[in-house]
């Protein structure tokens, strides 16, 4: 059986501020994490459209990140190792897909929708009843949950941080209950990786790896706020092609070659 979780992610923002707030926090955070052959390579990002959810904007990325998996994952992977990220956002819908060509039993899917509550909806991207019976949901408090200790930065904790230009946070206990604006992102993700003997295996670390990319990067978000709070659509946009061309370069100039095919 497939593992599927719910994950529900509260921000004291409005569902329209997280529209820049995300792509910024994308942007910022993807180019962070570029370094020693390790990161985020786009692709290919360009508008696209949807009979159902209207014009939207499609990314393909090549996600590096052989040295961060773990060693009875590493036994199994080439050396040039990286996952293909595809997206398609509709906001304040999106898709993402993840597949490997060197692991062809390896796919995730993300299913995200932001709405203005505190995670309430119960099935706000209308899963199927068989899906309902069998996801799992998990609630993510970005104050008081903290990522890997090699990425804690007390400046970026919603535990003390303020923001100087909306005047929102610290985060205190019951912040979600009880702070404004707030907004939920609900993220079902569906990891398959059908390989007998290592199913469970993969598969639970698959939605760990992502629950923690979750967690850092909407702490991020909120402690980023006073650097994006006021752009435009056009100012983020502008702002994350500049990133995606420096994690591009910063990439290519520390990546191995990819071995010759036959």
């Known amino acids: 059986m497939v593992l599927i979780k719910e994950y529900r992610i509260c921000m004291p923002l409005t569902v329209e501020e997280y529209k820049v707030g995300q792509l910024y926090m994308i942007a910022r955070h993807s180019l962070e994490q570029s370094d020693d052959g390790e990161g985020v390579e786009v692709i290919e990002n360009k508008e696209c459209y949807d009979p159902d959810h209207g014009k939207g904007q499609y990314t393909e990325k090549r996600i590096h990140l052989s040295s961060r998996l773990p060693y009875w994952l590493q036994a199994i992977c080439p050396k040039v190792f990286y996952v293909i990220e595809k997206g398609w956002n509709y906001y304040p819908y999106t898709v993402t897909d993840y597949t490997c060509s060197f692991i062809p ?124 709070h006021g752009m435009s659509i056009d100012d983020v946009r502008s702002y994350e092609k500049d990133k995606q061309m420096e994690a591009n370069d910063k990439l290519r100039q520390t990546l191995p070659e990819a071995p010759a095919e036959n």
């Open 105 to 228: 039993k390896l796919h995730i899917r993300i299913l995200t929708r932001f709405e203005d509550n505190a995670g309430t909806s119960e099935n706000c991207l209308n899963l199927p009843e068989e899906t309902l019976k069998t996801r799992i949901i998990d609630s993510v408090d970005i104050a008081f949950e903290e990522p890997a200790e090699k990425h804690y930065k007390r400046e970026e904790d919603p535990k003390f941080f303020k923001s100087q230009v909306t005047g929102r946070g610290p985060l205190v206990e019951g912040w979600r209950e009880t702070d404004k604006p707030m907004m939920c992102s609900y993220k079902v993700v569906e990891a398959s990786f059908e390989v007998w003997g290592l199913q469970t295996r993969v598969e639970d670390f698959i939605q760990k790896c992502i629950r923690d990319v979750l967690l850092l990067g909407h702490r991020q978000a909120f402690a980023w706020i006073d650097e994006w």
